[in-house]
């Protein structure tokens, strides 16, 4: 598939349908309403609609938040950062700052040194060319770059060269199809769940009009498609965990969150 291809099918889309946009997004919405498509593939076409708009830096780790290793760490170093900071399994190894990076390491790659008892090897022995693209670069490139490339991450440069953030080819899939879990990962929870009368727990990724059917109450926007989106939206940011914001009668509290997006929401009704 060339350079592109990805943002391809938002354009058939929008040939077949004439519309911009915002009226295919209505389109779809209504065909779920009208139960010819389930809420997961809803999520998928709307959010493929967005998927050539969205820039790297919208979803990247930023480069606080990167797990990283000096280039004179060892092999055993490398180890004990995959295994306890449940980092990626590929590490950026930099040079002084993470402003130079100097390479990757991926944890396949240390299991020969391991098995060996070569844990005070020099990491750099392994390091692999770093793959590198512009915090300004959108999704459909990263993802095109990616596949011609065949790299599964890459690290996130800005105007002057410095290190933003990474990105792996996980990340980018995700905002199409939705969290991607593995066994290591915490069990994702119902996108609403009731846990007592009029309290619910809802999934950042629950679209709106399913918030409105299931909890009883009105959610509109037309700018956002998820209950996530929407908090997000009203509160300029992506907000804290613990951080508390009234909606309509209703408490929302912000119980999962990172960097990227609101995972989970407690909704609790406000007695006067």
């Given at each position: 598939m060339d350079e592109g291809s990805d943002s391809r099918l938002s354009n058939i889309f929008k040939k077949i349908f004439g519309s911009n946009g915002q009226q295919l997004e209505e389109h779809i919405l209504e065909a779920r309403a009208e139960g010819e498509i389930e809420n997961e593939e809803v999520s998928m076409l709307l959010n493929i609609l967005d998927f050539d708009e969205k820039h790297v830096s919208e979803i990247m780790v930023p480069r606080t938040d990167m797990a990283c290793a000096d280039a004179s760490s060892t092999v055993g170093d490398i180890a004990e950062i995959i295994i306890n900071q449940g980092a990626h399994s590929r590490i950026p190894i930099f040079k002084e700052t993470r402003d130079y990076i100097l390479g990757i390491v991926h944890a396949k790659d240390l299991l020969p040194p391991l098995?060996?008892?070569r844990r005070d090897m020099p990491v750099t022995s392994l390091m692999r060319p770093p793959f590198?693209?512009?915090e300004e670069m959108r999704l459909d490139k990263v993802l095109a770059s990616f596949k011609r490339e065949k790299h599964h991450m890459a690290i996130?440069?800005?105007?002057y060269g410095g290190t933003s953030g990474m990105v792996t080819m996980e990340d980018v899939l995700e905002e199409i199809v939705g969290e991607i879990s593995d066994e290591y990962d915490q069990e994702r929870p119902d996108e609403i769940l009731e846990i007592e009368d009029n309290v619910f727990i809802v999934s950042g990724r629950t679209l709106l009009d399913e918030v409105s059917d299931k909890c009883g109450f009105e959610l509109e926007s037309?700018?956002?498609d998820s209950i996530g989106g929407y908090v997000a939206a009203m509160a300029g940011r992506i907000p804290r965990e613990g951080e508390v914001?009234?909606?309509?009668?209703?408490q929302f509290t912000i119980i999962r969150s990172d960097e990227r997006q609101i995972w989970s929401i407690r909704i609790d009704p406000i007695h006067e």
């Open positions: 098995l060996e008892g590198f693209v512009p996130v440069q800005d105007e037309g700018e956002v914001f009234l909606v309509d009668n209703r």
